[in-house]
C-alpha cells in the first residue's frame, strides 16, 4: 500500500497542488498581510484561516481536476470492469491529495513562523485548534472536489468549482445575516481579518467548526467512493448530521471571535532593573528591544515635578473595550511589531513614552489634544515635532508652533507651562490654550 501511495503521491495532481497552495499562501503572507501576522502565533494561525478565501477554492479546484484522470486516460470502462472494489481503489486518490494539502498549508505556516521565530515568544494552545481547522477544512475542499469531479467529468468543472467555491465564502456571512454567528459555522474565513495582539478563538468555535468540516469531508468520500445511487444517497446523511451538531455546539453570538480576548496574552511581563518596563507577554519577545528607549524616555520625563517612573504597554482593548490599570506614575506604551516582527523605530518609543506622560485616564472628558501632547513632549526632547504614526498633519503643524512657541519663553517659564498640562491631563482638567498660557 505505501508503494502504491508513493506512486500515487509523484504521479497524480498532488505534488502540483502542494506546490501552487505553498507558493500563493507565501505570497500572500509576505505581500498582503505581514503587518497582522507578525504581532504573534496566533495572528498568524487567524491570518492563514483568513487567505483559505483564495486557498480553499484553489483545493476544490485540485480535487475536482484530479477527478477527471481516469477520464482523461480512457480508462474509466477498464477500471470499472476490475474485481477490485472501488472504495479501495479510491483511497489512495484520497489520501495523496489530503496529504498534499496539508503539506502545503503547514508549508505556508512554517515559512511565516521563521520569519518571526525569534520575536514571538508566545505560543498559546489554542492555536493548534485553529490551525487544525484550517487543515481540515482544505481537506474537505479536496476530497469534496474530487466527489464533484467524479460526477461531473468535465473540463469545465475544475475552473467552475474554483469561482464558486470562492463566491460561496463571500455570499455566506450576507446569506447568514443577522445571525453573524451561522457564518462561522460554515466559513472558514469569517471573522479571522486583522486580529488584534491579543486576539484568539473560543474553543467552542474551534469545535463546532470542525464538526461541520469533518462532516463534509465524510460526504465528501462517501460520494467519491460510491458504486451506485443508495451510498450517493445515503452520503447526504453525514453532511446534514455535522450541520445540526455545529449548529448547536456553536456559541448563538454576535462578534463572537471578533470580541474574544485572550487574558494571558494581555499579562504583562517585564524586564531586570530599574526603572521597571513591562510589555504584554504576547510581545515579550520585544522586551528588550523595547526596554533601553522606554528607560530613555523616562529619563527626559524626569524634569517634570512628579515625573512618570514606570513604563507598561497599554493593553486597552476596543472589543469589548478593555483598559489596563490607571496610575499616574505609569506610561502607557502601545508597542507595535514591524512588518520584519521587530520593533522598528527606537526614536519613536522614546518620543511615544515621553507623549505617553501627557495622557489622561480612560473617560477623562478634559483631555490634552494631539497637537498640545506633541509640542509639550518634543519640548523635553528638544528637538521639533516630526509627523509619525497616525496622528494628523493639521495636528502636527499646529504642535510645531506650539513648539516655537515654547521655544521663545524663558527656560523656567517653559517648564512651568508643560508641568502644569501634565497635571491637568492627570486630573481631567485641560483647558483650550493651557499650553499657550501664561502661568505667572
Not at 491570518?47 to 477527471?68: C, D, K, V
Not at 496529504?99 to 498549508?105: D, I, K, L
Not at 465524510?218 to 453525514?238: E, I, K
Request: a neutral charge; proline letters at 7%; one cysteine or more.
Amino acid at each position: 500500500m505505501s508503494r502504491v501511495f508513493g506512486i500515487e503521491l509523484r504521479r497524480s495532481a498532488a505534488l502540483g497542488s502542494a506546490l501552487i497552495l505553498l507558493v500563493i499562501g507565501v505570497l500572500l503572507l509576505f505581500f498582503a498581510g505581514q503587518s497582522e501576522f507578525t504581532t504573534g502565533w496566533m495572528q498568524l494561525a487567524m491570518t492563514q484561516r483568513l487567505y483559505l478565501a483564495l486557498l480553499w477554492p484553489l483545493a476544490l479546484a485540485a480535487g475536482a481536476w484530479q477527478a477527471r484522470r481516469e477520464t482523461r486516460s480512457n480508462v474509466a470502462e477498464l477500471f470499472a470492469s476490475t474485481p477490485r472494489p472501488r472504495a479501495h481503489r479510491t483511497m489512495p486518490t484520497l489520501g495523496a491529495m489530503g496529504v498534499a494539502v496539508v503539506g502545503g498549508y503547514v508549508a505556508m505556516g512554517l515559512a511565516g513562523g521563521l520569519w518571526m521565530v525569534r520575536t514571538a515568544h508566545y505560543f498559546p494552545a489554542q492555536v493548534f485548534a485553529v490551525s487544525a481547522v484550517g487543515l481540515l477544512s482544505l481537506i474537505a475542499a479536496v476530497w469534496l472536489g474530487l466527489a464533484i469531479g467524479r460526477l461531473l467529468p468535465s473540463p469545465v468543472t475544475a475552473p467552475a468549482l474554483g469561482v464558486a467555491g470562492l463566491g460561496l465564502l463571500l455570499v455566506i456571512p450576507g446569506a447568514t445575516r443577522p445571525r453573524g454567528w451561522l457564518a462561522l459555522v460554515f466559513s472558514p474565513i469569517y471573522e479571522m481579518n486583522m486580529p488584534g495582539a491579543y486576539a484568539t478563538v473560543p474553543g467552542r468555535v474551534s469545535a463546532a467548526q470542525a464538526i461541520w468540516l469533518a462532516a463534509l469531508a465524510v460526504t465528501a468520500v462517501l460520494l467519491f467512493a460510491s458504486g451506485g445511487w443508495r451510498l450517493r444517497v445515503a452520503a447526504v446523511l453525514p453532511v446534514v448530521l455535522g450541520a445540526a451538531l455545529a449548529i448547536t455546539a456553536m456559541p448563538h453570538q454576535k462578534r463572537v471571535v471578533i470580541d474574544a480576548i485572550d487574558p494571558v496574552a494581555r499579562e504583562l511581563v517585564c524586564a531586570g532593573g530599574e526603572p521597571r518596563v513591562c510589555v504584554s507577554r504576547v510581545h515579550s519577545g520585544l522586551l528588550a528591544e523595547v526596554t533601553p528607549p522606554a528607560r530613555e524616555g523616562l529619563t527626559i520625563l524626569a524634569k517634570l515635578p512628579s515625573a512618570p517612573t514606570e513604563v507598561d504597554e497599554d493593553t486597552t482593548t476596543y472589543g469589548p473595550v478593555v483598559y489596563p490599570p490607571w496610575h499616574d506614575d505609569v506610561v502607557l506604551l502601545t508597542v507595535e511589531a514591524g512588518s520584519t516582527g521587530h520593533v522598528e523605530d527606537r526614536a519613536g518609543v522614546v518620543a511615544d513614552v515621553v507623549t505617553g506622560a501627557f495622557a489622561g485616564p480612560p473617560g477623562c472628558d478634559h483631555f490634552a489634544g494631539p497637537a498640545e501632547k506633541l509640542a509639550a513632549a518634543y519640548w523635553l526632547i528638544g528637538r521639533e515635532p516630526v509627523a509619525r504614526g497616525l496622528y494628523d498633519p493639521a495636528a502636527i503643524a499646529e504642535a510645531a508652533q506650539l513648539w516655537r512657541n515654547l521655544g521663545q519663553l524663558p527656560r523656567g517659564e517653559a517648564e512651568a507651562r508643560v508641568a502644569s498640562l501634565r497635571q491637568a491631563a492627570l486630573s481631567c482638567t485641560v483647558e483650550e490654550g493651557l499650553l499657550s498660557r501664561s502661568t505667572r
